[in-house]
């Protein structure tokens, strides 16, 4: 059975679910970034092709993991080295990326996999419309939605008023569609159900 690497604030219900396909390794609230993403997988983990990537400072460091060169920091851009992605054989990353991962593309906004739901090796949605121009660019089928309706969580798991990303929000294995929260509650529900912040490893 495969790992997954995921907030630990996540619903029973959501890991129940996860438990079926999932060896799943809760992440506990980190003192390093501030409260709303300090377990978010993405912000200490990236990974590419088969090989996990982690920040020497993240919650779970497993020995078949490839510590990169930066510690994750509480304050952007220091928070978003990790908060890369990739989709198929590209790597989309920032300025900020750190230099072991080495993207293909380099878009504006520092939190490129929150802002991006991979949803097949050639196909995205994102919330971005930097990352939908340049993904665009080279061929990838890239969706572009506005969704305000994302919200994060404090460090007790109760909703914030901070605003959260399609990416962090959602989760592809094995063609299945994984959306966390309530689906009803999105302006983009119906372009979100056409296509269907954990990390598999």
Do not use: W
């Amino acid at each position: 059975m495969r790992n997954l690497l995921i907030d630990g604030r996540i619903r029973d219900i959501e890991f129940e679910y996860l438990s079926k396909y999932f060896n799943v390794n809760k992440l506990s609230p980190s003192d390093a970034v501030y409260e709303q993403i300090s377990a978010h997988s993405d912000i200490f983990y990236c990974k590419i092709d088969n090989k996990i990537i982690c920040a020497p400072n993240a919650p779970i460091i497993d020995k078949s993991f490839i510590l990169g060169m930066s510690n994750v920091e509480e304050k952007y851009p220091g928070d978003v080295p990790y908060n890369a992605c990739q989709i198929g054989n590209i790597i989309i990353g920032s300025k900020y990326t750190d230099k072991t991962i080495n993207p293909d593309i380099i878009v504006n906004q520092g939190y490129v996999k929150c802002s991006i739901c991979v949803t097949s090796g050639n196909s995205c949605i994102t919330t971005d419309s930097n990352i939908y121009k340049r993904l665009k660019e080279y061929g990838i089928d890239v969706t572009y939605i506005v969704e305000k309706n994302i919200s994060l969580l404090d460090r007790n798991g109760q909703i914030t008023k901070m605003q959260g990303f399609i990416g962090g929000a959602s989760l592809v294995f094995d063609n299945n569609f994984v959306l966390f929260g309530d689906i009803e509650k999105l302006e983009s529900k119906e372009i979100i159900n056409d296509y269907g912040g954990g990390i598999i490893y």
